[in-house]
Every structure is written in C-alpha cells, then in structure tokens.
C-alpha cells in the first residue's frame, strides 16, 4: 500500500499512526502541493491529502476512513471498539481531535500570510477558544484512567497525540498544559510510542 501526503499534515499523521500502530507495512509517498495534480487527484478527485492507495490499485481517503478501512485489515490491536457505545465514544474523541487540529491549521496557515491580509484579532481569539474548549473537554472526558479511553490504547489516544502534536509544533507558545495537566502527563508517554517518535514531523 502507498500513504500519499505531506509531514505538515496532522491528518496525514494520523493514518501513518493508525498504520504504524497496527504494524501494517506502507510505503509513505510525499505529496507536496506542487504534485498533487499529477500523485494525488487520480486517487482522491478532490485533491486532498491523505489518500491511501490499496495494493489492488483502488484508494482510500481520507484520514476517517482510512483509519477505519486500516484497522479492519487485522484484527489486532483494535484501534475502534466493536461495541456500538464504545465506538461511538471514541470516533468522538476523532472529532475532537480533528477540531483543534483544524484551528491550529487555520491559525498557523494564517500567519503564513502578509500581516496586512491577516485575520483579525477576534478571529484568532475565536479559533484559541475552540482549540482550549477541545482540550478541557478532553481531559474531563480522560479522567484518571492510563489512556483516553478505555482500558487499552485506541484511536482517542492518536487523536488526542496527533492533536496536541501539531500545536505544540504549530504554535509553541500556546498555554495548554496547566489547565489539562492528565492530557499533559499523557502526551508525554504517547511521544515516546514508538508509532509516534516514527512519524514525528520535526524529528531529524
């Protein structure tokens, strides 16, 4: 299978995770702007990354499905429950993670602009907020347990760690740890994963 995408995807990362986790070999294809004409619209006739590209030729995209169409190849490690209410709790936890990572996305996107075509302040104010209202829910949704749900390691954890990953990368300076300190503890033992320190997109 080939995973077409860019490092400075969070999106991208989250289905090298999901692959890495599940311990299914991939060949990790980068899909700059500049070539996405020619790599990636044949497969995803939206042009968007990730798409993956199955052995028998047909894609997949993108990172929702891909994450579910990874995790049914082997039955093990289950990343998404197969209980219905377990589930539905953690695609919840993907949303959320898709969330703070689409607000940073726009944030740092945003700053890519000259200062005179810039958002405003309460724009900025705006996308800060969903990405503080993601995480605080996070943590209550966390509790004291050692993953984000349930009793074992699930899609909640890539979310939240491919989440929190961008931001912190994204906008260093953003104050997140004091007020979530459990998602705090809890990146920090995700980063060492091995899943993780593998597709790390600042790692040299």
């Given amino acids: 299978m080939k995973l077409f995408g860019t490092p400075g995807s969070p999106y991208v990362r989250k289905a090298r995770l999901a692959l890495e986790e599940k311990g299914i070999a991939y060949e990790y294809v980068l899909a700059p702007r ?10 995803n006739p939206l042009g968007k990354i990730p798409v993956l590209q199955r052995d028998d030729g047909k894609s997949v995209f993108d990172s929702p499905v891909i994450v ?4 049914g190849l082997k039955p093990e490690p289950r990343l ?9 709790a953690v695609k919840g936890w993907e949303a959320l993670g898709d969330g703070v990572a689409e607000a940073t996305v726009l944030i740092t996107h945003d700053w890519r602009k000259p200062e005179e075509k810039r958002e405003s302040e309460k724009w900025y104010e705006a996308q800060r907020a969903k990405i503080h209202r993601g995480l605080a829910m996070m943590e209550r949704e966390m509790g004291d347990g050692q993953f984000c749900f ?19 990368s994204g906008i260093p300076d953003f104050d997140w740890r ?3 300190p459990r998602l705090s503890r809890h990146y920090d033992v995700l980063v ?3 899943a993780f320190r593998n597709t790390d997109p600042d790692a040299k």
């Avoid at 500049?34 to 497969?43: K, S, Y």
């Avoid at 954890?157 to 961008?166: F, K, M, T």
């Fill in 68 to 71: 579910e169409y990874v995790d």
């Fill in 192 to 194: 060492q994963r091995p």
């Fill in 178 to 180: 004091a007020a979530n």
């Fill in 80 to 88: 998404i429950p197969q209980d219905f209410e377990s589930r539905i």
């Fill in 34 to 43: 500049e070539t996405r004409a020619t790599l990636v619209v044949p497969l």
């Fill in 150 to 168: 349930g009793s074992s390691f699930t899609l909640a954890d890539i979310a939240a760690g491919y989440a929190l990953g961008y931001l912190v």
